[in-house]
């Protein structure tokens, strides 16, 4: 939206799905080297990913500025041990982050 000609204003939502099966777990059984060689038992089964963006956009010239705010929201399953030791103890985790970035730009 441009409420006047110099000033920029933008709103959004993205949303991305999750790259894993919902009840998808590392497997420590399979040979290969990636698991010969892990250092962690553990692991964290990511859900989807929800942003949503906000900015404010000024132009004067060829001086341009831009200030925006993301806020960034992901839950997961933690796995600290694999199913067969035993225990295995999942819990929920969140990952959210706020973010303010600013652009300072000039158009020749």
Known sequence: IKPVSDVAIRLGYN???S???ENGMRD???ESPGVSYASTTDYVNWKDTHRITCGLGYKVG???IDLAYQYNTTKGD???FQP???NSGVTGVKFNRHQV???LGYTF
Do not use: K
């Open 15 to 17: 949303y991305v799905s």
């Open 19 to 21: 790259p894993y099966e």
């Open 28 to 30: 420590m059984t399979i």
């Open 62 to 64: 060829g001086v341009n």
């Open 78 to 80: 933690f796995h600290p």
């Open 84 to 86: 067969y030791a035993g």
């Open 101 to 103: 970035l600013m652009t």
